[in-house]
């Protein structure tokens, strides 16, 4: 009964979360006039290009990983590993977090790979996309300081302004959002002490993570991670083209969404949920996007997005069994 209760805890409070968040957000929202932009002012050219890049971005995401798996004599199929990639996607919807591990189990049922060292190469990947968006994090601020600056003017640079800040609903999102990433960095912990505690899986997970020094070919593994990020950033960025108002967005204007909402998607709700529309709708209003519109923006868009991270895990729920039977 308690883990029943603690699994269902788990569940719920990250949805009550994104909901939560939601609900602000568009506590005021004209749907009607979403409606209207979606089924008749779209480009749905520019959005079905999108989501093109979207899947390979995972499919190269698969392929990375059975290159790091090499090393720990893991072989598993091309086909597992990229539909293990869709299937974690899937998973995060229901309980964010989890489909790192699922991915793993994927493996472990289908191509006998243990299931701590395929962890430990999760880990590392982790590392590396951290490193990823640190390094994008840099270029967009130093590329738009301007309007970073011109916000802070606007917003927050005198005593009162301060003040107001600790009593704006924002400030409160902010607050719920980093103490969910430390509730999240908690049981990390936790978990991670107990594996050290049974069967020496930390070790195998060690194995895992240190794999990636023994990869052959090195120089693959960081053009997939290039073009994983690039294809990210695409997925993203054309999206713009497909509404009036975003059309005349530049590059570097998407890579500073880009870059709030790869931060926001942190937050363990399901697929970034709330945190990410706070985040795209923030940054749209600092290059001029009417409030109305970045809603609409941020509501379709991850909408979208949404729609084809189920599609693609029930092809792999689908997939899998049939691909494998002996």
């Known amino acids: 009964?308690?883990?029943?209760?603690?699994?269902?805890?788990?569940?719920?409070?990250?949805?009550?979360?994104?909901?939560?968040?939601?609900?602000?957000?568009?506590?005021?929202?004209?749907?009607?006039?979403?409606?209207?932009?979606?089924?008749?002012?779209?480009?749905?050219?520019?959005?079905?290009?999108?989501?093109v890049f979207g899947v390979f971005s995972h499919v190269l995401r698969g392929w990375r990983w059975k290159l790091a798996l090499a090393p720990l004599d893991a072989y598993p199929k091309t086909t597992n590993c990229v539909n293990s990639i869709f299937f974690s996607y899937f998973t995060n919807l229901l309980l964010p977090r989890v489909g790192e591990i699922?991915?793993?189990?994927?493996?472990?049922?289908?191509?006998?790979?243990?299931?701590s060292k395929s962890l430990g190469t999760v880990v590392t990947e982790r590392l590396i996309d951290s490193f990823c968006v640190g390094v994008i994090t840099i270029v967009a601020l130093l590329s738009q300081m301007s309007v970073f600056e011109k916000f802070f003017d606007e917003t927050g640079t005198n005593f009162t302004s301060l003040l107001s800040i600790f009593t704006s609903m924002q400030f409160y999102i902010v607050l719920v959002c980093t103490i969910g990433v430390g509730v999240l960095i908690y049981y990390l912990?936790?978990?991670?002490?107990?594996?050290?505690?049974?069967?020496?899986?930390?070790?195998?997970?060690?194995?895992?993570?240190?794999?990636?020094?023994?990869?052959k070919n090195k120089f693959l593994f960081a053009f997939y991670t290039f073009l994983i990020w690039l294809f990210y950033f695409l997925q993203f960025y054309l999206t713009f083209y497909s509404f009036g108002f975003s059309a005349h967005l530049g590059v570097m204007a998407g890579l500073v969404l880009f870059v709030g909402g790869s931060i926001a998607v942190v937050v363990p709700t399901p697929n970034g949920a709330g945190p990410w529309h706070f985040a795209i709708i923030s940054m749209m209003m600092l290059y001029g996007v009417d409030a109305t519109d970045a809603g609409?923006?941020?509501?379709?868009?991850?909408?979208?997005?949404?729609?084809?991270v189920i599609l693609l895990g029930i092809y792999a729920t689908i997939a899998l069994p049939i691909i494998n039977k002996k």
Request: hydrophobic content about 55%.
């Open 1 to 51: 009964m308690k883990k029943l209760v603690k699994n269902t805890f788990k569940i719920i409070l990250p949805l009550l979360l994104g909901v939560c968040i939601l609900i602000w957000l568009y506590r005021d929202f004209d749907f009607s006039k979403a409606g209207k932009v979606l089924f008749h002012e779209m480009n749905w050219w520019w959005l079905l290009l999108s989501l």
């Open 102 to 115: 699922s991915r793993c189990g994927v493996l472990s049922k289908y191509d006998a790979v243990p299931f």
């Open 296 to 308: 609409i923006f941020a509501l379709i868009v991850h909408g979208i997005q949404t729609f084809l």
């Open 189 to 215: 912990l936790r978990a991670l002490s107990f594996f050290e505690k049974v069967k020496g899986i930390a070790l195998n997970v060690w194995e895992g993570i240190v794999s990636l020094k023994k990869v």
